[in-house]
């Protein structure tokens, strides 16, 4: 054999085993994050939330009690499903606040995700607590749990997975992606970064303080709730990217310690490999309401009619029959 062929097969051979110890490398660290997010959450009793018509993707509802049995294979289903999205902000001595919560819907067969925002300030009742009160407080007295059953009954929807994401974590996953890419319709200064109208690239500091002005906003809630999703879709774009993918290590460490779900590792794979890249579209839309104060605390107010209209929107998004696996 020629001594150049025995190179280029040498070369060759090298080349295929590195990538496969790469592969094996990069599936055992996602496996091991995956595993570090994973928590599951308790299963909602009967009567946590009024009686639905029907059960949305992965659930069954009994009509009669408003019970709902979780189905946690509607993402290896190939079924259109529901996450509600909570980023905390921590304190000392304090379990947090959600103080962004967004409901995203994606249906497979469609290649299409759907996303909202509920403003924190939302009054209603949280379920657990019998009590009527801003929404976001529904994860200081009863965390992920309380946070999902209140949504679900604001929304009449069944809610399928959840995800937790630290605030503070948020900024570290911001600058391991290489940060992100915005269009700012705003100029304001806001925690000492000025935020200049136009395209920005930010960094997790800067991307952090984006996230939360919202005083200096003309829309308030509203204003800062579009900048949030923007936010998302763009961490989510990058961390997919060849640029995130050259850093995988440290994303999906940083992952494991700044994120809860409970979406398996299984149903993240499906997702990442089989799900997320056929979405060719995504729409937003808004919860609509009014400011008020009630004995002198502000609050959010949406009535029947606005929750009924989400509602539609949500069964309207699913309604396609799910793909082959």
Request: net charge positive.
């Amino acid at each position: 054999m020629k001594r150049w062929l025995k190179i280029t097969l040498g070369a060759a051979a090298l080349l295929v085993i590195g990538a496969t110890a790469y592969t094996a490398y990069v599936y055992h660290s996602f496996k091991t994050a995956a595993n570090a997010m994973y928590h599951p959450r308790s299963i909602v009793q009967p009567g946590a939330f009024s009686t639905l018509a029907t059960g949305g993707a992965g659930r069954s509802v009994d009509t009669d009690s408003g019970s709902i049995t979780p189905n946690p294979a509607a993402i290896s289903q190939f079924k259109p499903f529901t996450v509600l999205v909570l980023g905390v902000d921590r304190r000392s001595h304090d379990p947090g606040r959600s103080d962004t919560m967004i409901v995203l819907s994606v249906n497979p067969a469609e290649g299409s995700m759907l996303m909202f925002n509920i403003p924190r300030d939302t009054r209603t009742e949280l379920i657990g607590r019998g009590r009527e009160d801003k929404i976001n407080h529904a994860f200081a007295f009863g965390g992920v749990d309380m946070s999902i059953r209140t949504v679900e009954h604001f929304l009449n929807y069944p809610i399928d997975y959840y995800v937790q994401m630290n605030m503070e974590g948020f900024a570290k996953m911001v600058d391991l992606v290489g940060g992100v890419e915005v269009h700012n319709p705003l100029d304001f200064q806001y925690e000492g970064h000025h935020f200049a109208q136009g395209n920005l690239n930010l960094s997790g500091a800067e991307a952090l303080a984006y996230a939360r002005m919202r005083f200096d906003d003309p829309r308030g809630d509203l204003g800062r709730n579009a900048r949030q999703r923007e936010l998302l879709k763009q961490i989510l774009a990058q961390s997919i990217s060849k640029k995130g993918l050259l850093r995988v290590k440290p994303i999906l460490e940083a992952a494991g310690e700044q994120i809860r779900t409970d979406i398996t590792f299984d149903d993240m794979t499906t997702f990442l490999t089989r799900i997320g890249p056929s979405l060719k579209q995504t729409d937003t839309v808004e919860l609509k309401g009014h400011g008020r104060k009630i004995n002198g605390v502000y609050y959010y107010m949406v009535d029947e009619q606005e929750r009924q209209r989400i509602h539609g929107v949500l069964e309207k998004h699913r309604l396609t029959t799910a793909i082959s696996p």
